[in-house]
C-alpha cells in the first residue's frame, strides 16, 4: 500500500525526489517503528528512483561534453 502512495505522490508531483529521500535518510525519531515498516515495504520505489537519478545525471554529463 505505501508503495503505490509513494507512486502516486511521485507521479502526481505532490512530494519531490529530494523530500523522498530526506524522509528516508532522516526518519522521525517518534515514528521509527512505522518508519522501519514503510522503508521495507518501499525499497524498490526507491531503487527505481535512485536509478532514474542517476540516469538523468548521466544523460546531463554527456550533454555536456
Do not use: N
Amino acid at each position: 500500500m505505501a508503495r503505490l502512495l509513494f507512486d502516486i505522490f511521485y507521479d502526481e508531483e505532490c512530494v519531490s525526489e529530494d523530500a523522498f529521500f530526506e524522509w528516508l535518510k532522516h526518519p522521525d525519531q517518534s515514528e521509527t517503528e512505522g518508519h522501519a515498516v514503510v522503508e521495507i515495504s518501499t525499497k524498490d520505489f526507491f531503487t527505481w528512483l535512485q536509478q532514474a537519478e542517476t540516469e538523468v545525471e548521466e544523460g546531463e554529463e554527456e550533454e555536456g561534453s
